[in-house]
């Protein structure tokens, strides 16, 4: 299907663990973000990329890792999952450099770190 | 420091009314301001788009308001449904995305 797809929608895992959340879309955007939603907080980014092999941290960065090796994919690591880690985590992405151009974002992974 | 705040947190309206979600930003350089629609367990999916020379857009039922001068933002919807039951964003675009922590409105039949 077209768009933007995250798996798994829902995770549960214990501290310590590395998990890694997948993000894909078939738009071939250059622009992939990576944000976090609190209770209380807006959306906030945790990294984005530009392109393939290009990628930057954002407000949020401590304890998560990203590559991205292909336009489509922009898998998001906790290399060891922290119960603050336990969040709403949404994809997006966006064509080309212009802030003007429209954000598209994924359903979400629910996170959930014990 | 560069803020969105939206009121009120939350809104309880009754189906076919009207209703009205204010934003409040301080964010400079301005750039864009964009109003999303959030679902239950889904992504923000963008409503309305504003710049600094625009003052009214709509988009159906929704009808965004900005005054650049005094850096506030509305966004009336009419006559409610059922369906615009959800978290409403809005997002400051400056050099980067100022989200804010949104407005969840409940539309009860």
């Known amino acids: 299907d077209a768009g933007i797809t995250q798996s798994p929608r829902y995770k549960i895992t214990e501290t310590g663990r590395q998990v890694t959340l997948m993000c894909h879309q078939t738009?071939?955007?250059?622009?992939m973000f990576w944000y976090r939603q609190d209770l209380g907080h807006g959306l906030r980014l945790i990294y984005y990329s530009a392109a393939a092999d290009i990628t930057d941290k954002g407000e949020v960065p401590d304890g998560y890792v990203v590559s991205r090796s292909k336009t489509e994919n922009f898998p998001l690591t906790l290399e060891s999952a922290t119960r603050s880690q336990t969040s709403v985590y949404f994809c997006?992405?966006?064509?080309?450099?212009?802030?003007?151009?429209?954000?598209?974002f994924g359903p979400g992974t629910r996170l959930t770190v014990l | 420091k560069n803020q969105v705040e939206q009121s009120p947190q939350s809104l309880i309206i009754l189906e076919g009314k009207n209703c009205t979600l204010q934003c409040n930003y301080t964010v400079s350089p301005f750039s864009n301001l964009r109003w999303y629609k959030q679902d239950t367990g889904r992504g923000p999916v963008s409503l309305t788009i504003?710049?600094?020379?625009?003052n009214t857009k709509s988009n159906g039922r929704y009808t965004a308001t900005l005054d650049a001068d005094t850096k506030q933002s509305s966004l009336h919807i009419t006559a409610s449904q059922l369906s615009d039951s959800a978290s409403y964003i809005c997002?400051?675009?400056?050099?980067?995305?100022?989200f804010g922590t949104g407005t969840r409105l409940q539309v009860f039949p």
């Open positions: 738009w071939s955007h250059s622009y």
């Open positions: 504003m710049t600094f020379s625009e």
């Open positions: 997006a992405s966006r064509a080309g450099q212009a802030l003007y151009n429209e954000q598209f």
């Open positions: 997002v400051v675009n400056t050099d980067k995305l100022i």
